[in-house]
Nanobody, 125 residues
């Protein structure tokens, strides 16, 4: 059974940085496409970033381009989301998601078959 466990969330000031981690168990990360989503109170779950299993090609939501970086360490079976220049509107619960191998429409929630439990990120001024 595939499981994802996120960590690294917390409270940070506007302009600060955080790095989220997502440990994958039950499936090699090298054969996994990974995505990050977030959900703020009262809002839909929003695509943040994704990285394809083979090419490592990365994709970002418009609101985080140039500030967030998705990466992976296949040896540690861990994915990361580095978040810089954080804004108040980045406050949300962040979820990692995974699917075997590749595919399209990685910005869609339905493209993923496994989700983590989420980690809270709060940006305060």
């Amino acid at each position: 059974q595939v499981q994802l466990v996120e960590s690294g969330g917390g409270l940070v000031q506007t302009g600060g940085s955080l790095r989220l981690s997502c440990v994958v168990s039950g499936r090699p990360l090298s054969s996994t496409t990974m995505g990050w989503f977030r959900q703020a109170p009262g809002k839909e779950r929003e695509f943040v970033a994704a990285t394809k299993w083979s090419s490592g090609t990365t994709y970002y939501g418009d609101s985080v381009k140039g500030r967030f970086t998705i990466s992976r360490d296949n040896d540690k079976n861990t994915g990361y989301l580095q978040m810089n220049s954080l804004k108040n509107e980045d406050t949300a619960v962040y979820y990692c998601a995974a699917k075997p191998y590749g595919g399209t429409a990685l910005e869609r929630r339905a493209s993923y078959d496994t989700w983590g439990q989420g980690t809270q990120v709060t940006v305060s001024s």
